[in-house]
């Protein structure tokens, strides 16, 4: 015979949930009004690090660690049209902050804020003179005669570019995050721009470049309902104080994005988009045909299956466009933002790269 419910067991349980809920109720009430306020900002890009090289707005970091156990050093070459914060979000939710705990020696090449100085910069600006710069800085630092090279979203294209530009570059391994190469698939304000719908000239600001704010609407136009879902998500999460830190940090990164260098654009736009070289091969810079089957390195590419900046379908194709005779792909279920902070990040992504970096490095202990 089954037993009767407990009526003071059900009773406690009710009233339980209601104090739970209250308490709850209090913690959003007051998150809500800090949020709305603009207070107690989250700190971001917080490991310690030293500006070791310049070259107009463009600046060459240098993470601190007392423990270098691996080499060569690890240069990061982030996009050129967002914060590269997003490496370095929190403490705890860093990806520099684990690499330097794995005893890598970190230097980020960060392209700071584009001007009017910067409109004519083309992509063989990045490719054939800041990357080669920063290399050559770091192993002057280093001592080293290679460097691992790791390039982030479009900064992927851009080590890929300088790797099928330079098979001679002192660079030991690869790897791209996020990096697309199949630009049909790059959503609606791609297929715009490719269509000649909208010529990039229409798109620049005084300044020669592409503002933010269309670099901002484009990304919004990819998930049209996201904003509506973020601020659901944010209203069920508001009592946890490490969500809502998390949430500031994320989607203060999500909207911070910076100008991006006119002439670099219409180059993306031209041989990119409306080309596809890098699907078609046809692709040149400085004058220079370039191949992505001339990348011979050993690489490394990481995609995400939910990236809505960057399909699964437009990074895809990497893996069999490029030479390299040792070559690697990491598929997630993970968004843009996923494959380098949070779980997925933490448990997977990173410890992968780690795993890549370390087969292809020495170590010492």
Same mark, same amino acid.
């Given at each position: 015979m089954a037993s009767l419910p407990n009526p003071l067991a059900a009773l406690e349980h009710i009233r339980s949930e209601v104090e739970r809920e209250v308490r709850r109720g209090a913690l959003r009430a007051r998150?809500?009004?800090?949020?709305?306020?603009g207070t107690d900002?989250?700190?971001?890009?917080?490991?310690?690090k030293d500006v070791v090289w310049r070259a107009g707005r463009c600046e060459l970091w240098h993470y601190r660690?007392?423990?270098?156990?691996?080499?060569?050093?690890?240069?990061i070459v982030f996009s050129l049209i967002s914060r590269s914060y997003i490496l370095d979000l929190t403490p705890g939710n860093s990806f520099v902050e684990k690499l330097v705990a794995a005893g890598f020696d970190v230097y980020l090449l960060d392209?700071?804020?584009?001007d009017e100085r910067d409109a004519q910069n083309r992509l063989e600006d990045y490719t054939d003179d800041y990357i080669p710069s920063a290399l050559r800085r770091v192993q002057e630092l280093s001592g080293a005669d290679e460097v691992n090279l790791l390039g982030y979203c479009f900064g992927g294209v851009l080590t890929l570019l300088h790797a099928a530009h330079h098979p001679d570059s002192p660079v030991r391994s690869l790897t791209v995050m996020a990096t697309p190469v199949d630009f049909r698939?790059?959503?609606?304000? #791609?297929? /715009?721009?490719?269509?000649?719908? $909208?010529?990039?000239?229409?798109? &620049?600001?005084?300044? #020669?470049? /592409?503002?933010?704010?269309?670099? $901002?609407?484009?990304?919004?136009? &990819?998930?049209?309902i996201a904003e509506v879902t973020r601020y659901v998500n944010l209203w069920d999460k508001l009592w946890s104080d490490e969500y809502v830190a998390a949430y500031q940090a994320m989607t203060g990164w999500s909207t911070d994005?910076?100008?991006?260098?006119?002439?670099?654009?219409?180059e993306t736009v031209d041989m990119l988009l409306r080309d596809n070289g890098m699907v078609t091969d046809r692709l040149t810079v400085g004058g220079d045909p370039v191949h992505l089957a001339d990348v011979?390195?050993?690489?490394l590419t990481v995609l995400a299956s939910r990236d809505h900046i960057v399909p699964e379908p437009a990074a895809a194709p990497l893996i069999d466009l490029v030479g390299s005779p040792d070559r690697h792909e990491l598929r997630l279920n993970a968004g843009h933002i996923g494959l380098v902070v949070g779980r997925t990040a933490a448990k997977t992504t990173i410890p992968t790269i780690i795993d890549f970096l370390l087969t292809r490095s020495e170590v010492t202990r």
């Amino acid at each position: 015979m089954a037993s009767l419910p407990n009526p003071l067991a059900a009773l406690e349980h009710i009233r339980s949930e209601v104090e739970r809920e209250v308490r709850r109720g209090a913690l959003r009430a007051r998150n809500g009004i800090r949020l709305a306020a603009g207070t107690d900002p989250v700190g971001v890009g917080q490991s310690p690090k030293d500006v070791v090289w310049r070259a107009g707005r463009c600046e060459l970091w240098h993470y601190r660690n007392e423990h270098v156990t691996v080499s060569p050093p690890l240069l990061i070459v982030f996009s050129l049209i967002s914060r590269s914060y997003i490496l370095d979000l929190t403490p705890g939710n860093s990806f520099v902050e684990k690499l330097v705990a794995a005893g890598f020696d970190v230097y980020l090449l960060d392209w700071g804020e584009p001007d009017e100085r910067d409109a004519q910069n083309r992509l063989e600006d990045y490719t054939d003179d800041y990357i080669p710069s920063a290399l050559r800085r770091v192993q002057e630092l280093s001592g080293a005669d290679e460097v691992n090279l790791l390039g982030y979203c479009f900064g992927g294209v851009l080590t890929l570019l300088h790797a099928a530009h330079h098979p001679d570059s002192p660079v030991r391994s690869l790897t791209v995050m996020a990096t697309p190469v199949d630009f049909r698939h790059m959503g609606p304000l #791609g297929e /715009v721009f490719a269509s000649g719908g $909208l010529g990039i000239d229409t798109v &620049l600001d005084d300044n #020669g470049n /592409v503002p933010p704010r269309i670099i $901002l609407q484009g990304f919004r136009s &990819l998930t049209p309902i996201a904003e509506v879902t973020r601020y659901v998500n944010l209203w069920d999460k508001l009592w946890s104080d490490e969500y809502v830190a998390a949430y500031q940090a994320m989607t203060g990164w999500s909207t911070d994005h910076i100008p991006f260098p006119g002439a670099a654009a219409r180059e993306t736009v031209d041989m990119l988009l409306r080309d596809n070289g890098m699907v078609t091969d046809r692709l040149t810079v400085g004058g220079d045909p370039v191949h992505l089957a001339d990348v011979r390195v050993p690489l490394l590419t990481v995609l995400a299956s939910r990236d809505h900046i960057v399909p699964e379908p437009a990074a895809a194709p990497l893996i069999d466009l490029v030479g390299s005779p040792d070559r690697h792909e990491l598929r997630l279920n993970a968004g843009h933002i996923g494959l380098v902070v949070g779980r997925t990040a933490a448990k997977t992504t990173i410890p992968t790269i780690i795993d890549f970096l370390l087969t292809r490095s020495e170590v010492t202990r």
